[in-house]
């Protein structure tokens, strides 16, 4: 058994600090993850202030727990990989600043990963042979888009939301309903109780002026109307039926351009990544919808799909590979996009 190539990753994007160890960019020897999402709950979404200062207390024991975890030191590394951007500026200025000082003080290389592109690499954790060109939806709190992936680093947006996020929708919808934060999963459980044909939301983009972008303030705002009038007329909210209703119509636009893209470039594997490819009723309806497209279709384990350091270390590796390294006047860049690294 020859050397691992072992990647620090670290992962502060947004709310949670986190560091993994992966060997070979498939396996994971630690994945910790540090959850502000008490801080953040009475607020009914994330307040970047306390974000980052929270990522500042937390970062070196996460550090810490994932090299322990790993069963690994310092000096068994081979190189570190953290989270550039997109994200919360501050959240990512921590990362940023303790990635530099680790890569500096024990003269690793430095590798810097677009935190959507990391959400690609969680399938390569699954123990599942990925093989390019494929097709990948990336479907997130902040993000939606369809991308086609030719090689490691080589991303072509196929479609991406012209409003809204999906996931972001979610955590909308679920606070007009009083379900707290974060909305995905609640939705969710609620939904598989519910039956969708009570209520009509509209599916944007559907005709072919769309091509594969992605539209979902109409659902939003359709839903968010239904909601206020049930409640100006007193009635009791049809909880379970009104999320069946809402998720039938942001997982129908999802599943159907994503075929339209498969049936365009038939790909031999289409990936699903980020926060909202936990949902239990895309999983399903993906599969069903692609099974006849003759396309393998793969997605991480529930605890890669949110944010995580595995996939940042998992990317990383790959990166590290190609020679693809950061000098240490990497910067946060909270804006960066998928088509421009």
Known sequence: ???KTLILGIETS?????????GNGRDVLSN????????????GGIVPEIASRRHLEVINPVIDEALAKAGVTFADLDGIAVTYGPGLVGSLLVGVSAAKALSFSLDLPLVAVNHLEGHIYANFLTGATIAFPLICLIVSGGHTSLLHVKGHGQLEVLGRTRDDAAGEVFDKIARALGLGFPGGPVIDQLAQ?????KFSFPRALMGTEGKLDFSFSG?????????RREK???KPLPLNDLCAAFQDAVVDALVEKSARAVEYLQPRQFLLAGGVAANGELRKRLRFRLAPLEVEVIYPPLEYCTDNAAMIAAAGYYYLRQGSLASYDLNAEPGLDLENP
Do not use: P, W, Y
């Open 1 to 3: 058994m020859g050397h």
């Open 14 to 22: 947004c709310d949670d600090t986190a560091a993994s160890v992966v």
């Open 32 to 43: 910790v993850v540090s959850s502000q999402e008490s801080f953040h709950q009475r607020f």
């Open 193 to 197: 109780q519910g039956e969708g044909e």
């Open 219 to 227: 659902v939003k705002t359709a839903v968010l109307n239904r909601i």
């Open 232 to 234: 100006e007329q007193g």
